[in-house]
């Protein structure tokens, strides 16, 4: 079945984290495949990237961060993203993110994890395969 | 081109777009641009180095990044590299730090002590540097967005300690322009952030002659996707952006431009990054003597820190990573520069381990020791291929510089966040060309490896949890044993001083002394200047 609408991503950099090199990459690859992107630029609250993704209705919650403060920054969004009524909205990371602490961002809910060195097509393949 | 060899090979070109032919004769050299220029070491235009004998009187400063978790702990890392025959201090502050946050500020959490040290008061700072001999360990601080609280607080700190701060030498990088571009620690608008540096390169000037206040980096600029030639061509005229402030200020050309300092990145082509610096290094020569009208040779110096470039380095076999750290502390060597910080093997993955580091030190040692890389000036002078490519560098760099100019200067470009989407663009380009094939990267779009458990050959530095309320145990502490009035009376100086324009570091210096904290110097300033508002383009 294909989607009439084109699917709506908001990829934001949570933290303090200034290295968006990878989240303007993701960003323009998803462009080039057909999504609605909304990048939030640096420095969002987990306040902020919730109340963002209820607001742009988006399809998918991207997240980007390269400090290592993955699993604080997800432990703090989850429950904001689920008293908005967003918890089982498509929620990947990417970034620098140890091997080791896949299976904790998986137990908060992210749906997929991205490491540095992923291919950009793996990631829009992901999002297309899981929304069609 | 009748001269001119006929081949079916294929045309090869270096990632600023010069053509490279198959062979280079001396014909080249001059219609490039004749050999004139060559010149000799330590004397102007300096292409073959800004010293006559260079490293055979003293080998490069060999200065680390590191830093991470409570100043004690990057104390230890400290006296460890200096044990190991580390001749410099770079210091890497945490993520609160550099954007003026306190430790203990909700929107620090997680982040404290995790990239780098957090320093929230100067009781951090005496404690980071204890035993450290300032005169013979200089120190870089890698920080920007709030440089000037951390110089006030290694000058207190130095003073405290009985050194002449008139006599002090070291580095900030203090470059916040090109925060805008790549790294992100920005806080306050492009403008007032101009004039925040500008403050230091003035009190510095007066007070602290022999101290270098900013490094004006090509680096970020390069790892957010710029190519070799952007990278020196954005940073000079980053470096005039803040040369033109502080003369519209009053000070006199020669009184500052010798303590300007370069940071500039090294990966990929290994001709193309030697001619880069050559032709770098001639170019800002000519530029402080023609422009600026410098007197003395020395403010045309292109004095520069060079030998990382994570953005070459791969997550995919990292071991091949300290092949590619040795080839580019190699190129550093090649280039004549004045301090190397090499990156590490783990930089893709994390920030370097004891092990890591160690391994990057030894790289440096085994050129200087074991390779006779200090021998002799600019060994690569007169090769036909050099020479002429260091022509066309200095021809293109040049034309990029003119063409920031003719659109309204750089610091139009970055305030409206042009030079940024020009760059993240050409990141995505590459990406694109890389994961074609077309550009081909060892272990990653070719000789790859099947998936075996690879970041098991990384030995992770490990994030200690407790360092963080042990460093915000301290600063309440700190907060409670300080002289209230005193912190009070100091802060309203500084944003008394912010909002009228006047310098801010006499008052900073003051306010830091009485343990002002990093936090609340920044509310002051944001108070005077505001915050920026990052111009988001894609």
């Known amino acids: 079945m294909k989607r009439k609408k084109p699917i709506r991503v908001l990829l934001a950099k949570p933290g303090l984290d200034g290295h968006d090199v990878g989240a303007k990459i993701v960003a323009r690859a998803l462009l080039e495949a057909g999504c609605e992107v909304i990048y939030t630029g640096l420095r969002k609250t987990p306040e902020q990237i919730a109340r963002s993704t209820c607001d742009e209705d988006v399809d998918v919650l991207g997240l980007s961060i390269l ?10 969004l989850k429950p904001l993203l689920e008293k908005l009524g967003l918890g089982d909205i498509l929620w990947i990371v990417g970034g620098n993110i140890p091997k080791g602490d896949r299976d904790a961002l998986a137990t908060l809910g992210v749906d997929a994890v991205f490491p540095v060195g992923t291919p950009t097509q793996s990631i829009v393949g992901f999002i297309h395969e899981k929304l069609s | 081109m009748s001269h001119e060899q006929k081949t079916d090979l294929p045309p090869v070109f270096n990632e600023s777009g010069i053509e ?18 060559i010149g000799s070491p330590g004397k102007f235009p300096f292409t073959r180095g800004i010293h006559t004998h260079m490293y055979r009187k003293r080998p490069w400063t060999m200065r680390q990044y590191a830093g991470f978790g409570t100043p004690e702990e990057t104390n230890e890392r400290f006296a460890y590299l200096i044990a190991n025959g580390q001749t410099g201090l770079n210091v890497a502050f945490d993520l609160p730090t550099q954007v003026g946050l306190d430790s203990d500020d909700p929107a620090a959490r997680g982040e404290v002590g995790r990239v780098g040290m957090a320093v929230d008061t100067l009781r951090d700072c005496e404690i980071a540097f204890q035993g450290i001999d300032l005169d013979k360990i200089t120190v870089s601080l890698t920080v920007n967005g709030s440089a000037a609280i951390l110089i006030a607080m290694y000058f207190a700190m130095a003073e405290e300690r009985g050194y002449d701060i008139t006599r002090l030498r070291g580095t900030a990088q203090n470059d916040i322009l090109k925060e805008f571009v790549g790294r992100g620690t920005w806080i306050f608008p492009v403008e007032p952030s101009i004039k925040l540096v500008g403050d230091t390169i003035l009190f510095c000037a007066e007070h602290a002659p022999l101290y270098s206040p900013v490094s004006v980096c090509g680096y970020h600029i390069r790892e957010s996707g710029a190519n070799p030639v952007q990278e020196m061509a954005y940073a000079f005229c980053i470096a005039r952006a803040y040369i033109d402030h502080v003369l519209k200020r009053g000070l006199d050309i020669d009184d500052f431009a010798s303590r300007l300092s370069f940071n500039f990145d090294i990966h990929g082509n290994l001709f193309e990054q030697v001619a880069k610096f050559r032709a770098g290094r001639r170019l800002w020569a000519k530029i402080l003597k023609e422009e600026y009208r410098t007197e003395n040779p020395r403010s045309r110096w292109l004095r520069m820190i060079a030998g990382g470039g994570g953005g070459g380095l791969t997550v995919e076999q990292p ?19 004045q301090t190397m910080a090499l990156c590490s093997y783990d930089e893709a993955y994390t920030i370097p381990s004891e092990k890591a580091a160690r391994i990057s030190l030894r790289t440096m040692q085994i050129l200087i020791e074991e390779m006779g890389l200090c021998d002799t000036v600019d060994p690569l002078a007169g090769s036909y291929y050099v020479e002429t490519l260091t022509n066309q560098m200095e021809d293109r760099i040049r034309a990029v510089m003119a063409e920031v100019d003719a659109e309204g200067g750089i610091v139009e470009a970055i305030a409206q966040g042009r030079i940024q989407n020009a760059v993240s663009k050409q990141a995505y380009e590459k990406l694109r060309k890389l994961e074609r094939g077309e550009i081909r990267k060892v272990g990653v779009n070719c000789y790859r490896v099947e998936e075996r458990e690879e970041e098991q050959q990384v030995e992770f530095h490990p994030f200690k949890e407790e360092a963080c309320a042990d460093q915000i145990r301290r600063l309440e502490r700190t907060r409670a044993e ?4 005193e912190v009070e009376s100091a802060l309203a100086r500084v944003l008394a001083d912010a909002k009228d324009g006047r310098n801010v570091m006499p008052g900073m210096i003051d306010a830091v002394k009485a343990y002002a904290t990093v936090g609340e110097l920044t509310r002051c300033l944001v108070e005077a200047y505001g915050r920026y508002d990052e111009p988001v383009r894609l």
Do not use: F
């Open chain 2, 319 to 337: 071991e091949n990573n300290i092949v590619r750290g040795a080839y580019y502390a190699l190129i550093s060597a090649l280039s004549g520069t």
């Open chain 2, 482 to 485: 300080r002289d209230k009035a």
């Open chain 2, 20 to 37: 490279i032919k198959p062979v280079y004769t001396s014909g080249d050299i001059e219609n490039s641009g004749g050999p004139d220029d």
């Open chain 1, 67 to 76: 400090s290592g403060s993955h699993i604080p920054i997800c432990q703090t």
